[in-house]
T-cell receptor, first 118, second 108 residues
Framework: GAVVSQHPSWVICKSGTSVKIECRSL??????MFWYRQFPKQSLMLMAT?????????EQGVEKDKFLINHASLTLSTLTVTSAHPEDSSFYIC??????????????FGDGTRLSIL | EDKVVQSPLSLVVHEGDTVTLNCSYE??????LLWYKQEKKAPTFLFML????IEKKSGRLSSILDKKELFSILNITATQTGDSAVYLC????????FGQGTELSVKP
């Protein structure tokens, strides 16, 4: 069964709307989760590392005020795309596992969220 | 800069063919090499390789790692149309560093 759950799977909304995406680890507690973005025909690009109880670590070029990450519990991280615009349309994927006490295990991915901004 | 490179970038074969996908890496913090299969949704896990020379198998898929030459291969024998997907390899050393992926298309 699924190890990581991501919701919603698909969002269509108007420009200027803020969109929240949830990522839950189902069978384990994840002190670290990861958020990726994927454009068509491209590989996954890491946006940020979400750390439970502390600030997220953003990759170079990713606007932290645009992509707000909250990791308030050991099983839930959220990504909020604030004031979304058409160029933010993409496939957003979270992952968990493969770190800390689970470093000898692979990261598992949520099913992804397809975001379309009109 | 850490780098993972896959080849070929795309491949078209016919059902029943055998394919070999390549992944080379240059990373400062190697812990394990992962292979994923991605169809329409997020990647699904295939293999995790940490030791050189030990082949991992799952049905028609197999993979092996060479830590001296810094590469891994993924073999698929007797390919089926359902194997059509993007195959991604990644270095897991804290965070995942992905290659560009190989897009495999298996024709009937």
């Amino acid at each position: 069964g699924a190890v990581v759950s991501q919701h919603p799977s698909w969002v269509i909304c108007k420009s200027g709307t803020s969109v929240k995406i949830e990522c839950r680890s189902l069978d384990f507690q994840a002190t670290t989760m990861f958020w990726y973005r994927q454009f068509p025909k491209q590989s996954l690009m890491l946006m940020a590392t979400s750390n439970e109880g502390s600030k997220a670590t953003y990759e170079q070029g990713v606007e932290k005020d645009k992509f707000l990450i909250n990791h308030a519990s050991l099983t839930l991280s959220t990504l909020t795309v604030t004031s979304a615009h058409p160029e933010d349309s993409s496939f957003y994927i979270c992952s968990a596992g493969g770190t800390g006490q689970y470093s000898n295990q692979p990261q598992h991915f949520g099913d992804g969220t397809r975001l379309s901004i009109l | 800069e850490d780098k993972v490179v896959q080849s070929p970038l795309s491949l078209v074969v016919h059902e029943g063919d055998t394919v070999t996908l390549n992944c080379s890496y240059e990373v400062t913090n190697f812990r394990s090499l992962l292979w994923y299969k991605q169809e329409k949704k997020a990647p699904t896990f295939l293999f995790m390789l940490t030791s050189s020379g030990i082949e991992k198998k799952s049905g028609r898929l197999s993979s092996i790692l060479d830590k001296k030459e810094l590469f891994s291969i993924l073999n698929i024998t007797a390919t089926q149309t359902g194997d059509s997907a993007v195959y991604l390899c990644a270095n897991q050393g804290g965070k995942l560093i992905f290659g560009q992926g190989t897009e495999l298309s298996v024709k009937p």
